[in-house]
DNA sequence: GTCTATATGGAGATAGAC
DNA sequence: GTCTATCTCCATATAGAC
């Protein structure tokens, strides 16, 4: 193993530390001390691979919206359009436990960024608009009326799902919700 | 005018000063210095009327809480039940361009508060919890199915609504997503 | 009751040894 | 490339004069 290859492992290991901390207390009351003791990497140590908190938090969002490229191409390989949404709303229901306890990632970002000045806000709103632009074209092929307004309302309910879900801390709630948007999705797809 | 007069008016005008501050820039982000600028009180007076930071933001939700309750009284004074809620609906509505640029006062200090100890976070859900309840009163008053459900998705909606018209700053996404559940609601309550 | 001055603590970030 | 030691800044909070 090249002294190249651990700096990159090193770099993969602060990164998802990183994501899972920034998921657990949220950007702010996060501080790169944290990071660096969930991934035994000492504290400084930390600057050599982020320059600063927000670069830190610009990876985690590119991180994420690969990851999310990723399941949507395969889902659009081996899958009908209907059954592609209904996938992506069934990765909220799955992680109900631990979007009730934490909120959901993407979500809590854009409200603690959206403050962070319009260069870190735009970021964050990023995989809202991917999710968003990649719905919009689901409901197209499948015809729907107004696919802009269907994908819109779908990111919508998933992230208010998230946060009231999150505020009671009953992730019931998120999964009734979804079951409510896929019988949501069925009827609009069927007209 | 008496000094304790006046001391309440700064008490107030420290707590609308302090609503405000918080609704723009976040819990996190807003230092007691931002609030006494705003209030035009000098930095370290703050404490004479909040003893703790987490002082402050209790008295915002209390605050809040008060003029929730004043303007549902009101409209279960003066309206059918359907009318009700479309009334609340109609508050996201006239709200959008505030809530898009600063997101929900409501949902946005959820989120923040959420991280920030239990006691924190069950002040901050109460607000909602509230919405949630009277809404679901008022379903059930109407003999809507699933009244709970209801009141649990019409919550939901204007949160999502909410976070998303501010994490792309689009004021409009918040008004069509208030239509819609305009819409939703008149099919629901016909059933 | 009100304000000034200051203590305290902790965060992000850097310099420089290894 | 990596880590230690440290610097600087600034926010909360307090002590005490008025």
Redesign the interface.
């Known amino acids: 193993m090249t002294r190249q290859q651990r700096s990159i492992d090193k770099h993969q290991r602060l990164l998802q530390a990183a994501e899972a901390v920034v998921h657990?207390?949220?950007y702010?009351?996060t501080t790169l001390a944290d990071i660096a003791r969930e991934a035994h990497v000492p504290v400084g140590g930390i600057y050599y691979y982020f320059r600063t908190k927000e670069s830190m938090v610009e990876q985690i969002i590119t991180a994420r919206m690969a990851e999310l490229t990723r399941r949507m191409e395969e889902w659009e390989r081996d899958r009908p359009p209907l059954a592609r949404l209904e996938a992506l709303v069934d990765i909220w229901r799955e992680d109900s436990e631990i979007d009730a306890r934490?909120?959901c990632p993407i979500?809590?970002l854009?409200?603690?960024l959206?403050?962070?000045g319009a260069r870190m806000?735009g970021l964050?709103?990023r995989p809202?608009?991917l999710l968003?632009e990649w719905s919009e074209k689901q409901f197209r092929i499948l015809g729907a009326a107004d696919p802009g307004?269907g994908a819109?309302?779908l990111?919508?309910?998933?992230?208010?799902?998230s946060?009231?879900g999150?505020?009671?801390?009953d992730p019931g709630?998120i999964v009734?919700?979804t079951d409510?948007l896929k019988t949501w999705l069925r009827q609009r797809v069927a007209n």
Chains 1, 2 share one sequence.
């Open positions: 657990r207390q949220g702010h009351l934490y909120g979500g809590s854009c409200y603690e959206s403050r962070a806000a964050a709103a809202l608009l968003r307004g819109e309302h990111v919508m309910a998933l992230q208010g799902a946060l009231v999150n505020a009671f801390h709630a009734r919700e409510r």
